[in-house]
């Protein structure tokens, strides 16, 4: 059975930081892809950055770049982090990481198979 959990959300004012992590089971990375994604009041999912197989880089969106880093352990089964600099009162969302089989580079959430619960993200002053 395939799960991940989201952890590390909570509220930063502009220009802090957050570390996000996806605790996973039930696959690696090697065959699979993991992505990030966020979703604000009353806006659609988007999906803002993700990495696959046991090489891959990771990709990020136009929005984030510069901004939000990921990383990995040593395996491919370790958790994936999602470190959040200089936020911005818009990157306020309920943050989600998913999964798909195969190593892809799409944050399309349609492709995303699996979905964690989500961790809230708040930036405010």
């Known amino acids: 059975q395939k799960q991940l959990v989201e952890s590390g959300g909570g509220s930063v004012q502009p220009g802090g930081s957050l570390t996000l992590s996806c605790e996973f089971s039930?696959?690696?990375?090697?065959?699979?892809?993991i992505g990030w994604f966020r979703q604000a009041p009353g806006k659609e999912r988007e999906g803002i950055s993700c990495?696959?197989?046991?090489?891959?880089?990771?990709?990020f969106v136009e929005s984030v770049k510069g901004r939000f880093t990921l990383s990995r352990g040593n395996t491919t089964k370790n958790p994936v982090y999602l470190r959040m600099n200089l936020l911005k009162p818009e990157d306020t969302a309920v943050y989600y990481c998913?999964?798909?089989?195969?190593?892809?580079?799409?944050?399309?959430?349609?492709?995303?198979?699996?979905w964690g619960q989500g961790t809230q993200v708040t930036v405010s002053s």
């Open positions: 039930g696959f690696t990375l090697d065959d699979h892809t």
């Open positions: 998913a999964a798909t089989p195969g190593v892809i580079t799409s944050v399309l959430p349609l492709m995303y198979d699996y």
């Open positions: 990495i696959g197989g046991r090489y891959g880089s990771p990709y």
